[in-house]
T-cell receptor, first 117, second 115 residues
Framework: AQKVTQAQTEISVVEKEDVTLDCVYE???????LFWYKQPPSGELVFLIRRNSFDEQNEISGRYSWNFQKSTSSFNFTITASQVVDSAVYFC??????????????FGTGTKLQVIP | NAGVMQNPRHLVRRRGQEARLRCSPMKGHSHVYWYRQLPEEGLKFMVYLQKENIIDESGMPKERFSAEFPKEGPSILRIQQVVRGDSAAYFC?????????????FGPGTRLTVT
């Protein structure tokens, strides 16, 4: 069964600090997708990234970067020079095909990030 | 191209009442997924539907909960005789296909409060 672990429940950083959110996953499939979502206090889910299991290249998007390490089953997310607007709950998720031929998405329990001005 | 729509965004029900949550998928999407987010937790899969069919309801509580996705109109998640423990955010997602190459697009969620 697939599983996503976000061991950090809450993190507080001071504005402009860098912060890394950890995500470790378990799956028996060789083909799967990994995601990160942001959930601000308003409650909606904001899609950040989707990564195919065959693409281990790290990705950078502005102040955001992602480190995908298949060897350690990790997909960590780093925010550089954090800002107060980054304060939110961040979810890591894993999608894989099940025996019925459709995808199932498993979410981690989330990491609450507080950026202090 | 409008995204996934959910309404109402906030719903308050007294214990014992019924709650109906609606999800209109993106145009061209015939696959709908419902997830529940209990307070301070991540999203948990509830049910997966295609038009007029329930494909996987393994995450749905056995009683009081039902879902449908009719040929015309939105998908409905129905909770009968709500209890305080049903208070949660309910998200739906839609995709154009079932395979994992198809991304799920999430709606803004419906926040159900049971008083």
């Amino acid at each position: 069964a697939q599983k996503v672990t976000q061991a950090q429940t809450e993190i507080s950083v001071v504005e402009k600090e860098d912060v890394t959110l950890d995500c470790v996953y378990e799956t028996r499939d060789t083909t799967y997708y990994l995601f990160w979502y942001k959930q601000p206090p308003s409650g909606e889910l904001v899609f950040l990234i989707r990564r195919n299991s065959f693409d281990e290249q790290n990705e950078i998007s502005g102040r955001y970067s992602w480190n995908f390490q298949k060897s350690t089953s990790s997909f960590n997310f780093t925010i550089t020079a954090s800002q107060v607007v980054d304060s939110a709950v961040y979810f890591c998720a894993l999608s894989e095909m099940n025996s019925g031929g459709y995808q199932k998405v498993t979410f981690g329990t989330g990491t609450k990030l507080q950026v202090i001005p | 191209n409008a995204g996934v729509m959910q309404n109402p965004r906030h719903l308050v029900r007294r214990r014992g009442q019924e709650a109906r949550l609606r999800c209109s998928p993106m145009k061209g999407h015939s696959h709908v997924y419902w997830y529940r987010q209990l307070p301070e937790e991540g999203l948990k899969f509830m049910v997966y539907l295609q038009k007029e069919n329930i494909i996987d309801e393994s995450g749905m509580p056995k009683e009081r909960f039902s879902a449908e996705f009719p040929k015309e109109g939105p998908s409905i998640l129905r909770i009968q005789q709500v209890v305080r423990g049903d208070s949660a955010a309910y998200f739906c997602a839609s995709s154009p296909g079932a395979g994992d190459s198809y991304e799920q697009y999430f709606g803004p969620g419906t926040r159900l409060t049971v008083t």
